[in-house]
C-alpha cells in the first residue's frame, strides 16, 4: 500500500529536549516536505527536499533540522525545542514539486 | 506577495449544495488543489485544477477563474462524512532554484447538520 508514515504520532516533550520526528514514504518519490498546522494559519511549510542531499528552507524553517540521505526518508529535527513549536506536524512526499501531496497521518508536539 | 483567501467557516443541511470560495494572489500560478482534511486526520487530495472552467468528480466539483484569480469547490447531496475543512492550495511556479511551491489557505471549516 503506497503510504507516508511518521513517528512518534503523539510526543509530549520539554523545552530544549532535543527530538526527531521520522518520516518514510514507499512511493519512489523525489519530492519531500514538512508542514505545521496551527489553527488559523493553514499549513506552512518548515522544509523541502528535491532530491536525495537536496534540502532547502520553507517559510518557517527557523529552529528546525532536516537531512535526506536516502530517498524514502526525511527526518525532522529540533535541536532545542521551544513551547512556540507546539504545533501539528505532517510530512508530504510527491513526484513533482508542488505536486500532489501525500501526506502522512500527522505528528501532534507538546513542548512544555 | 502570496496570499489565498476563503472563509473560515461554513454549515450547510444534509442533502445540500454548498459552494466554498478562495481567492488567491501569487507571483506565478502553475495550478490549484483542493484537499479535504477531517478532524486530527492528514488532509487528502480531492482535485487539481489548472485551466479555466470546471472540473467534476462525483458529487465534488472544482471550477477555476485565472483572471479572476478565484477557485470553488462545489460539494453535492451533502452528507454527514463531508464535516471537514477544506483546504485551497495554489501552485506557485519558481521564482528560482526549479522548484514549484505549493501554498496552502487556512482552510473552511464545514459543519454538515441533519
Known sequence: EAQVTQNPRYLITVTGKKLTVTCSQNMNHEYMSWYRQDPGLGLRQIYYSMNVEVTDKGDVPEGYKVSRKEKRNFPLILESPSPNQTSLYFCASSSAGGGEQFFGPGTRLTVL | ?114
Open chain 2, 1 to 114: 506577495g502570496q496570499n489565498i483567501d476563503q472563509p473560515t467557516e461554513m454549515t450547510a443541511t444534509e442533502g445540500a449544495i454548498v459552494q466554498i470560495n478562495c481567492t488567491y494572489q501569487t507571483s506565478g500560478f502553475n495550478g490549484l488543489f483542493w484537499y479535504q482534511q477531517h478532524a486530527g486526520e492528514a488532509p487528502t487530495f480531492l482535485s487539481y485544477n489548472v485551466l479555466d472552467g470546471l472540473e467534476e468528480k462525483g458529487r465534488f466539483s472544482s471550477f477555476l477563474s485565472r483572471s479572476k484569480g478565484y477557485s470553488y469547490l462545489l460539494l453535492k447531496e451533502l452528507q454527514m462524512k463531508d464535516s471537514a475543512s477544506y483546504l485551497c492550495a495554489v501552485r506557485d511556479l519558481a521564482l528560482s532554484g526549479g522548484y514549484n511551491k505549493l501554498i496552502f489557505g487556512a482552510g473552511t471549516r464545514l459543519a454538515v447538520h441533519p
